[in-house]
């Protein structure tokens, strides 16, 4: 099997759909609502942009988070699954939440959409950090 970075590239594509498939189910499912009102858009609200792009970009960007904690988990010989969400975990609270954390903190991005968002990534890194442990 190809490997980039010393990661199988299975488990790339695995974690990395995965995650955008959440982020799928998070924001244009589960919390379309409350994303829509604390941005303060509403059902006739018309969106001029380029979705196919915007899409792709989120998924580079879901990709380069599971090579990471891919690359993570393979350095510190992390095989076991508690250990490996343990560790996602870990990344999500001193990495995504902090850097995202910006936006509220000096912006005016809503604090909703700070919750909403928190959530999504502690779930998605602890989640594709669990997928890799059965890629180690």
Same mark, same amino acid.
């Given at each position: 099997?190809?490997?980039?970075?010393?990661?199988?590239?299975?488990?790339?594509?695995?974690?990395?759909?995965?995650?955008?498939?959440?982020?799928f189910v998070w924001y244009g499912i589960?919390?379309?609502?409350?994303?829509?009102?604390?941005?303060?858009?509403?059902?006739?609200?018309?969106?001029?942009?380029?979705?196919p792009v915007q899409m792709a970009l989120?998924?580079?960007?879901?990709?380069? =988070?599971? !090579?990471?904690? &891919? +690359?993570?988990?393979?350095?510190?010989?992390?095989?076991?699954?508690?250990?490996? /969400?343990?560790? %996602?975990?870990? =990344?999500? !609270?001193?990495? &995504? +939440?902090?850097?995202?954390?910006?936006?509220?903190?000096?912006?005016?991005?809503? /604090?909703?959409? %700070?919750?909403?968002?928190?959530?999504?990534?502690?779930?998605?890194?602890?989640?594709?950090?669990?997928?890799?442990?059965?890629?180690?």
């Amino acid at each position: 099997m190809p490997k980039v970075f010393g990661l199988n590239m299975v488990g790339i594509l695995a974690t990395s759909v995965a995650f955008f498939l959440l982020g799928f189910v998070w924001y244009g499912i589960l919390f379309i609502d409350e994303m829509m009102s604390a941005l303060g858009y509403d059902a006739n609200t018309k969106f001029n942009f380029e979705q196919p792009v915007q899409m792709a970009l989120g998924f580079i960007n879901v990709a380069v =988070v599971s !090579v990471g904690i &891919g +690359l993570l988990l393979k350095w510190l010989d992390v095989r076991k699954l508690v250990t490996a /969400i343990k560790y %996602g975990l870990i =990344v999500a !609270v001193c990495f &995504g +939440l902090t850097t995202s954390a910006y936006g509220w903190i000096y912006g005016d991005y809503p /604090i909703q959409m %700070g919750l909403v968002d928190g959530a999504y990534t502690l779930i998605g890194y602890a989640m594709v950090a669990a997928i890799w442990s059965f890629f180690g």
